[in-house]
């Protein structure tokens, strides 16, 4: 699913219109008809694909994140993919105001790097890895990551954001991101290790040891890797959801 085939950010079109546009063969907004439609809500969707198109041209991913539903946001996904900063963070407790952000992984590109509390992690570091993504891709970002590290570092992080978290609610899978990697096939080298385990090796590396170190960066680096795998699956679930039988994107 990709932004040009979606009609439902437009005023008027619900999933039952969509739905119908679909299956009349209209997939894609270049081939859209209008007779499928009223002449009104024909009208919005022609002004709406003039203005659409111009801003998917440009990359503009925040016009689709504030257009969208926020339930269908995952539909920008496959049109920034590639671009997307997948991220995740490790930190000594819950609450930011008491608490410390111990390492960050951002994969994006095909790349992956970790910035470390006491040596790169700091708040010039985090700006630049997201100042320029188009989108951001998380699991419970929105709701602990982004608040965390916005209080840490006196950070405003605005991209648009696709937390895993919900979509994977819509599909019934449910509990932390370990299970359900277990739940639909994504392996991990160190399954054993959790939440608990990185701050018990944050505190073993303050103590001296640099191996605790590298066994927490590699366990942040593979909670951040993993994300892209399940997004991956999240969005063909998700487009086999809503897509009609006989439509072909």
């Not at 985090?126 to 993504?133: C, G, I, M, S, T």
Request: glycine content about 8%; some cysteine; overall charge negative.
């Amino acid at each position: 699913m990709r932004i040009e085939n979606s009609f439902i950010p437009i005023r008027g079109v619900g999933e039952t219109t969509e739905r119908r546009l679909w299956e009349a063969g209209i997939t894609h907004w270049e081939a859209f008809d209008g007779s499928v439609v009223g002449p009104k809500t024909a009208e919005r969707i022609e002004s709406f694909v003039d203005v659409a198109t111009d801003h998917l041209r440009r990359g503009d991913a925040r016009f689709f994140d504030e257009s969208f539903p926020s339930g269908e946001r995952w539909r920008l996904y496959e049109n920034f993919r590639d671009d997307a900063l997948f991220f995740d963070i490790e930190t000594t407790g819950l609450d930011a105001a008491r608490n410390d952000v111990t390492t960050v992984s951002c994969y994006r590109g095909g790349d992956v790097e970790t910035l470390v509390r006491g040596d790169d992690l700091t708040a010039g570091a985090l700006r630049e890895r997201f100042a320029d993504a188009p989108l951001l891709v998380s699991f419970n970002g929105a709701r602990f990551d982004v608040p965390f590290l916005e209080e840490s570092f006196d950070l405003s992080i605005e991209a648009p954001h696709f937390d895993l978290m919900y979509p994977c609610r819509r599909l019934d899978l449910t509990g932390g991101l370990k299970r359900i990697e277990s739940e639909v096939g994504i392996d991990r080298d160190r399954p054993d290790l959790s939440g608990e385990d990185a701050v018990r090796l944050w505190r073993e590396y303050e103590r001296g040891d640099e191996a605790a170190l590298d066994e927490l960066v590699s366990y942040n680096r593979e909670d951040t890797e993993n994300l892209e795998r399940l997004a991956d699956h999240v969005t063909a679930r998700l487009h086999e959801t809503v897509c009609p039988d006989a439509a072909t994107f």
